[in-house]
């Protein structure tokens, strides 16, 4: 990976790279601080989340972290729109970076591109630093953009349709359970015949085939439990989401997931990003190829068990997409990946707008939550924030539902795990500032360091090669060879067979008159004409007539 300019850390601040233990106060004498400070002393090394507050106006001296080791513990990091959880998982990418830990995030608004940039000082900024302890200096971090498909500016990434299989997809296209496992049999039939699943065109000819021709009806008749109406149905929903040019998405080279596990060789962990255009328009597709991209490191990497520190953070923004309308078979896949994942050194964070987005199953698996401002202005809303503040732990404050209504914007409730695995006192947190850019690079910014990646190589061209579609033309066009062949071979024995009955007729019909003219010849009538006819010639012959 080429470094963008201006990116490294301030060669005079040795320690830019590494997050300070801020040392804690003696004693703290208010209720809150003498409650809380004590959950948040680590032994570790651990990420800077902010200062506590005792209100809304008052900040103690007292520091809220996260300990590095327990970040594969998962989190959630929530809030209502321009409460700042774009901000806050900036400040979390960046110090993960810059202890060494890889992280992929997904960058929905396109302004996480800043972390490749120094950030801009301003008045405003310098005060919140301040205010929270922080020694602020412009930093950028190394940075490698994707792009689905090679949709927009970053490095393509792309799945085989094989490798993303039929529950993702069932999804994406929003079958119900029985398609989805009709689904399933037309994976499992592609399997078995040898014919590789590589893109949606590869999946729609096998479809067509199955539906359409006379051989693959008849072998959709031994693929049990897939009826007709239902592979009709399920390419019906194909085509469609191929007309929304999902079909970039799709194909190869398949990106290598490990591809996202790299330092730089100052030990700086790398920061992928991944460009969502239009996110509007195909959500569910995108947060479903988010998942792909977990369930693929799950399945790629080995078992380590707890790490000091670990080998990937995941940020998953925009969550509540991936649990719209999902069955319970996708429910239960992603719990099992999340619940499952932690041993391979992958943290999760689910980026969402309420607690409530995030099954049960799951949220019961995360460990750190920072909770922005809720509103309560529906009742729903109201309900939803009586859900959350249930999930916490008890805490110093009052009200915790009014704390968290009241939240300033960069503010937040925290409640981490500490060392031990329990959970760590609820704080009311003023966030730190990132240091890198907060606001979107210029594209040419982003075109730059795309053209000086290394992966661009491995990448940027798709291939196509032999599969399914080709199989199938192939195996279509000798069955229409041979059945060509069949109706030659059978027209030139009708034919033969015509040539034979013609001759047959014909030396009959000869033997026939052969036997009329013997008939004749040895007639007596026959007889009698021949000797007359003798006696008048020969009287001809001698000039002797009749008397």
Not at 271 to 292: C, G, K, V
Not at 362 to 384: C, E, F, W, Y
Not at 497 to 521: C, F, H, L, P, Y
Request: contains cysteine; glycine residues 8%.
């Amino acid at each position: 990976m080429t470094e963008i300019p201006g990116t490294e850390p301030t060669p005079t601040d040795p320690a830019a790279a590494e997050p300070v233990a801020p040392s804690e106060p003696a004693t703290p004498t208010d209720p809150i601080s003498t409650a809380v400070a004590p959950g948040y002393r680590f032994e570790g090394p651990a990420l800077e989340l902010g200062g506590l507050m005792l209100n809304a106006d008052d900040l103690s001296d007292v520091h809220i972290r996260i300990p590095l080791g327990m970040l594969n513990r998962h989190g959630l990091v929530a809030g209502a729109t321009g409460t700042g959880k774009t901000k806050t998982l900036q400040l979390l990418a960046e110090q993960l970076s810059a202890n060494g830990v890889p992280v992929f995030a997904a960058d929905i608004k396109g302004d996480l591109s800043g972390l490749s940039l120094p950030g801009e000082p301003s008045d405003k900024l310098t005060a919140r630093t301040a205010s929270v302890g922080q020694q602020w200096t412009a930093t950028g971090f190394p940075t490698e953009f994707y792009a689905i498909g090679g949709q927009g500016v970053g490095v393509p990434v792309r799945v085989t349709m094989t490798a993303f299989g039929p529950t993702l997809l069932a999804k994406v296209l929003g079958l119900n359970e029985t398609q989805e496992s009709s689904l399933g049999l037309v994976f499992y039939y592609c399997d078995k015949q040898g014919l590789p699943l590589l893109d949606l065109s590869d999946l729609r000819a096998v479809l067509q085939y199955l539906t359409g021709d006379a051989a693959g009806k008849a072998e959709l008749k031994t693929i049990g439990g897939l009826s007709p109406q239902t592979a009709g149905v399920i390419l019906r929903e194909l085509v469609s989401f191929e007309a929304q040019g999902a079909d970039v998405f799709f194909g190869e080279p398949e990106f290598e997931t490990k591809d996202f596990l790299r330092t730089t060789e100052d030990g700086r962990g790398i920061i992928s990003l991944l460009e969502l255009p239009n996110l509007q328009d195909r959500p569910a597709l995108f947060s479903t190829f988010l998942m792909w991209l977990l369930a693929d490191l799950f399945h790629d990497l080995p078992e380590e068990g707890d790490l000091d520190k670990p080998k990937l953070v995941f940020f998953f923004d925009e969550a509540h997409l991936l649990f719209n309308d999902a069955s319970d078979a996708f429910l239960d896949q992603i719990a099992q990946t999340v619940r499952l994942i932690r041993s391979k050194g992958v943290g999760v964070f689910f980026v969402t707008q309420s607690p409530t987005d995030v099954p049960d199953d799951v949220l019961a698996q995360l460990g750190s939550r920072v909770q922005h401002q809720l509103r309560a202005h529906t009742p729903n809303d109201a309900k939803a924030l009586r859900a959350t503040v249930n999930t916490y732990p008890n805490s110093a404050y009052d009200d915790l539902g009014e704390v968290i209504t009241s939240l300033g914007i960069g503010e937040a409730i925290i409640t981490v795990m500490n060392e031990r695995g329990a959970p760590t006192p609820v704080a009311w947190t003023r966030l730190r500032a990132p240091e890198s850019l907060m606001d979107a690079a210029d594209t040419s910014v982003m075109e730059a360091a795309v053209k000086a990646s290394p992966l661009a190589s491995k990448y940027a061209e798709g291939i196509d090669r032999e599969s399914a579609r080709e199989l199938l033309a192939k195996k279509l066009e000798e069955g229409a060879r041979k059945a060509a062949e069949d109706a030659r071979v059978q027209e030139m024995a009708r034919e033969q067979k015509n040539e034979r009955v013609t001759k047959k007729s014909t030396e009959k019909a000869a033997k026939d008159d052969d036997g009329i003219v013997m008939d004749v010849v040895k007639s007596t009538a026959f007889k009698d004409f021949m000797r007359t006819a003798a006696r008048e010639i020969a009287r001809g012959m001698f000039n002797s007539g009749r008397r």
